[in-house]
């Protein structure tokens, strides 16, 4: 199937960082022609934009991640990451990426629990 592939998350204890990263599977694009986004969605929350890359490399975050994630890609090796520092318990949630134009299939995420 045609989707972003996250990886990176795990159990982590508050104050402590994460990498994530989201490869495509199934299909090969330039990577300089899109812009691309992760998202989370905590239990019971909808799913939310967290960070997001131009093509120009201009990023945006959520503010409440503002400071503490940033969002890069590497256009040789089609990855998009996502280095989350100083995490939080409500940073707690499933994570997913994709591109901007024409999403591909949300792909399963990857899950970041965030616990003391």
């Known amino acids: 199937q045609v989707r972003f592939v996250e990886s990176g998350g795990g159990l982590v204890q508050p104050g402590g960082s994460l990498r994530l990263s989201c490869a495509p599977s199934?299909?090969?694009?330039?990577?300089?022609?899109?812009?691309f986004n992760w998202f989370r969605q905590a239990p019971g929350k909808e799913r939310e934009l967290v960070a997001s890359?131009?093509?120009?490399?201009?990023?945006n975050y959520l503010d409440s991640v503002k400071g503490r994630f940033t969002i890069s890609s590497d256009n040789a090796k089609n990855t998009v990451y996502l280095q989350m520092n100083s995490l939080k318990p409500e940073d707690t949630a499933v994570y997913y990426c994709?591109?901007?134009?024409?999403?591909?299939?949300w792909g399963l995420g990857t899950e970041v629990t965030v616990f003391s």
């Open positions: 890359i131009s093509r120009q490399y201009i990023t």
């Open positions: 994709n591109r901007q134009p024409a999403p591909l299939n």
């Open positions: 199934g299909i090969s694009f330039s990577f300089s022609s899109y812009s």
